[in-house]
């Protein structure tokens, strides 16, 4: 089928997409090639088709999400990439989209932004077969799943979902075996980065069914967009003598986007505390307008609920760390300003923790009371390496 891959109301190529697979199969027309995503890349020939589908592509589920492969039994689907065409690509990270060719669809009346969208398939995602959700799909036809949802193009492994309330577009995403920890870490690694004024988004904890997840606005607007870290790295072709973090940070500077190495710095150095294992490229980024493409800054700190030992009986034994290097204590030593540091604004940090880590049905005291002395602990060993670089 052929459509137009839009930015907003501005069109930017025409191609086509393969029935069935979701996979962009021929380059048609390019209209603007300022406003392709970034990562794409353009040669003398035209716009890449590879990095092209590799960003289409990277828009969908991961293989990796929990409950995956029931949701697809579900929808009657072999691959996540065929529920991206279901929802024109839309969704509540950026303004992308794609346009069916001579549809007439217009930005406004689509998006995730200012429209309504099907709860549907996140109901599916989190494990409801379609005959049991209450009310038909807009068909009228009970247990006729309705597509149209930002959970096709939402990244992440961890049960999620997309709801609407007060107006707002709310993120609720679960936790994982054995501890089902991850939606607590949320909440603590938000109030310690509140605790350093460090940007960051704002995490609580609300039941559904019985269970507890942690919630999230989205930072994303209308007029904005979130451009993952990978896009970043993936603009420039990284040389054999860069480092990842090099790498990164020219990357940055060559697209324009300032104090890069300050504001990732805040973020590597809450990840040292909390031990984060998982701020890979896809769980940090940066925010520009959509429409201007001027870059606004480091997005707000989010998703760090793989952190504090999340998964492991064995609190405070050695943990993995990324993107840049694989110990934190490696990591860590990129940091080379830490004059914003405060260390007492870390007073009380325990007790907040014990309080939050206490509201879960899965942790004994002993752990509890482990995490709270440690995440202590380990800011502590930031205030004495503060000593040496600042």
């Not at 029935?19 to 027309?29: E, N, R, S």
Request: proline content about 3%.
């Amino acid at each position: 089928m052929e459509y137009t891959l839009m930015h907003k109301n501005t069109a930017v190529v025409d191609l086509v997409i393969t029935d069935g697979a979701g996979v962009i199969t021929k380059l048609l027309k390019t209209h603007d090639e300022r406003h392709l995503p970034i990562g794409v890349h353009v040669f003398k020939s035209g716009v890449d088709r590879k990095t092209l589908n590799d960003w289409w592509l990277g828009r969908s589920i991961p293989a990796s999400r929990a409950g995956i492969d029931f949701a697809l039994q579900q929808v009657g689907v072999s691959t996540p990439a065929y529920l991206l065409e279901k929802c024109y690509g839309l969704s509540l990270s950026d303004q992308y989209w794609i346009c069916p060719m001579g549809s007439g669809l217009c930005w406004e009346n689509i998006n995730f932004f200012t429209n309504g969208f099907s709860k549907d398939m996140g109901e599916v995602l989190f494990g409801r077969e379609p005959g049991d959700l209450g009310e038909p799909g807009d068909s009228g036809n009970p247990g006729q799943l309705n597509l149209m949802s930002p959970d096709n193009t939402t990244d992440g492994w961890l049960r999620k979902k997309w709801i609407i309330a007060d107006g707002k577009r709310i993120l609720m995403k679960s936790g994982s075996d054995v501890y089902q920890q991850e939606p607590f870490n949320e909440v603590i690694a938000s109030n310690v980065m509140c605790r350093l004024d460090i940007n960051h988004v704002s995490y609580t904890l609300a039941t559904d069914s019985g269970k507890l997840y942690s919630l999230c606005e989205n930072f994303v607007t209308q007029e904005t967009e979130l451009v993952p870290a990978w896009r970043i790295i993936a603009s420039m072709k990284k040389s054999n003598q860069n480092s990842d973090f090099t790498h990164f940070l020219w990357c940055c500077d060559k697209l324009g986007i300032e104090n890069a190495e300050y504001d990732v710095a805040k973020m590597l150095t809450v990840d040292y505390i909390i031990a984060n294992e998982d701020r890979h490229y896809n769980n940090f980024g940066f925010v520009r307008n959509a429409e201007t493409l001027e870059w606004i800054g480091l997005a707000p700190v989010y998703d760090s609920g793989s952190s504090l030992w999340y998964n492991t009986a064995r609190v405070g034994c050695p943990v993995e760390s990324k993107p840049f290097k694989k110990t934190h204590d490696e990591q860590i030593k990129l940091v080379t300003d830490l004059k914003w540091f405060d260390f007492n604004a870390i007073t009380g940090t325990e007790e907040e923790i014990r309080k939050v880590l206490e509201k879960s049905d899965d942790l004994d005291n002993q752990r509890i009371c482990a995490i709270a002395r440690l995440v202590f602990e380990r800011a502590y060993q930031i205030k004495q390496m503060s000593k040496n670089v600042s």
